[in-house]
């Protein structure tokens, strides 16, 4: 298992290799949400961000691997920088892989395993307030078919659109960086999603980068948004670029996942970052006309 101090060592291991580190915000409960950059800063950014769902953790150590191969083939041409954030939900994180153990506070404590049912965490998704950061951002928020108005292992929208910290840091990160691309990763299934009602060349556009995605990783592509309230929505609707959210590992295999399947999902996976971000800012800067090449990813 890949645990929340582990990521607190490769960023260590990340910043003596000389790459930029650096902290997202806080977690409700004061956890950081660290990053690690790589490539140029020339104004060209794009956000690679895992483990929004607690039981999806295995995306924090995938994320983590897609900047060591990045970091370690320093010579592949990239044409902006991106930011790495591997684990957005610290906190649920832990509570997944540990249990309560570790919360100091004993109402908390108390108030999540009555919210849990019980000391099993493992199927856990929200944050430690019961919120399921994922349905937190402010993008049809509440409106989803699945969503749930109180505190629970998942699914529970919030009071109000970033009343989770996780999310609200997320959001200023976001808009401090300014991206042009996002791309989330969460656990199961081998989809990707890109729709969220994108209209006329944008919609054609995302379609087509979903579909380069696609024929990259080995994927399906899901049509419709799938869902309302999560960070790709927000970054569609809000922000106006491309973003996805991809579900690595195969639906053949239940929570928790098994970690055997790791370097299957990192394979598949393993140079996606840098070939989408150079895609779209080769489309950005008129190098290639979107539409007319069909073969997206050199
Ligand atoms: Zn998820």
Redesign the pocket.
Known sequence: MYYYCDLLDDMQKFCQYGAETGIVGESELGQQIPYVFVGNKNGNYMIVQGA??AR?HLTALLVVNLAKYLVKNSSLPIMGGIYFVPNTNPDGVRLCQEGVGWITDKQRKSNLLTINGGADFTQW?ANADGVDL?VNFDARWGEGVQNGFYKSAQNYVGKAPFSARESRALRDFTLQIKPCVTLSY??KGEVVYWDFGQKSHRRHRDRRYAQAIAQYTGYSIVSGAGSVGGYKDWCVDALKIPAF?I?VGSDQFEHPFPYEQFAVILNQNIDLPRKLLNTVVRDSVGLRSVGINSDVFD
């Open positions: 929004m769902h999806e998704k994922n969460h656990l959210t579900e």
